[in-house]
Antibody
Framework: EVQLVESGGGLIQPGGSLRLSCAASGFTVSSNYMSWVRQAPGKGLEWVSVIYSSGSTYYADSVRGRFTISRDNSKNTLYLQLNSLRAEDTAMYYC?????????????WGQGTLVTVSS | EIVLTQSPATLSLSPGERATLSCRASQSVSSYLAWYQQKPGQAPRLLIYDASNRVTGIPARFSGSGSGTDFTLTISSLEPEDFAVYYCQQRSSWPPFGQGTRLEIK
């Protein structure tokens, strides 16, 4: 069974840092297109970052230079390092993978981890 | 940058009715468009990819159509569990998501 389990969210002060984790089971992270998507309270979906199976990474303009996506193949886990956090980064952060579909589609999703940036 | 515009923002219908949701791209995305459903408190779920391919396990009442810049998600006869927010997504450029259509019970 495919499963994505996020962790690492919480309450953090502006300017602080967090590392989100997404533990995968049932498939290999390194062979898949993996993404982080966030959703601010009451708002729509915002694609934050993506890492291709090749290792190439991309970021939304809103987070470039502050967030870093990475993976640990030995742990089959995806990460998102969040630095210099701002109030507008407050959101539910979802980990997602392409699954059995073409690169670019998100067939599998985790349940999300909530990041709240507030003093 | 390709902008996806979904309409209407909110659609109020009754169970059993037909729902038609629109997604328009600011430039052609060929058939590279997907639809997701999100219910309150849940992660999004992929329904349709490549404009018209239904994900395994998604009921046949859901169908997608279109190509180029105009796409439609049709729910032929609404069930109570279909009332949710629907997002379209393209994979040609950033940002990929539309702003969503809320399908609510009338």
């Amino acid at each position: 069974e495919v499963q994505l389990v996020e962790s690492g969210g919480g309450l953090i002060q502006p300017g602080g840092s967090l590392r989100l984790s997404c533990a995968a089971s049932g498939f290999t992270v390194s062979s898949n297109y993996m993404s982080w998507v966030r959703q601010a309270p009451g708002k729509g979906l915002e694609w934050v970052s993506v890492i291709y199976s090749s290792g190439s990474t991309y970021y939304a303009d809103s987070v470039r230079g502050r967030f870093t996506i990475s993976r640990d193949n030995s742990k089959n886990t995806l990460y998102l390092q969040l630095n210099s956090l701002r109030a507008e980064d407050t959101a539910m952060y979802y980990c997602a993978s392409q699954g059995p579909y073409s690169t670019g589609w998100l067939g599998y999703w985790g349940q999300g981890t909530l990041v709240t940036v507030s003093s | 940058e390709i902008v996806l515009t979904q309409s209407p923002a909110t659609l109020s219908l009754s169970p059993g009715e037909r729902a038609t949701l629109s997604c328009r791209a600011s430039q052609s995305v060929s058939s590279y468009l997907a639809w997701y459903q999100q219910k309150p408190g849940q992660a999004p779920r992929l329904l349709i990819y490549d404009a018209s391919n239904r994900v395994t396990g998604i009921p046949a009442r859901f169908s997608g159509s279109g190509s180029g810049t105009d796409f439609t998600l049709t729910i032929s006869s609404l069930e109570p569990e279909d009332f949710a927010v629907y997002y379209c997504q393209q994979r040609s450029s950033w940002p990929p998501f539309g702003q969503g259509t809320r399908l609510e019970i009338k």
